[in-house]
């Protein structure tokens, strides 16, 4: 695949996950709240911060191998951050905003095995 289709796949994409969240969250009656506004913001917080120093520790790794290690690679790690956010939310507030969360973590692997099919 070229890279200018590439990049224009994943630039649609983004446009229809926004114009998706807008939409799933207003059928799902959702009003969208930040976990930082309550007590979850530092468990938040260092959450993100060990994913993210540990997604960028294997990252070298990962570039090394084939595509096919790669597409699992951003699988796991998308599963793992969304999951992460799906819970506090869950957790911290007292919405169905999780439930859009999931939906998007659903979303977002069949957007990556989409990807990696056209590559």
Known sequence: MEPLMLIVVLTLSLLLFIALEKLINKLLGVEKKKISTTSG???DRRGRIILAVIFLCTLPFVITKGIN???WYWIVYL???LGFQAILEWKH???????????FLILGVMLIFFIAYLI
């Open 41 to 43: 913001k530092n468990i």
């Open 69 to 71: 290690s790669n597409k």
């Open 79 to 81: 599963i793992l951050l």
């Open 93 to 103: 507030l007292n919405s169905k905003q999780y439930v859009s969360t999931l939906i």
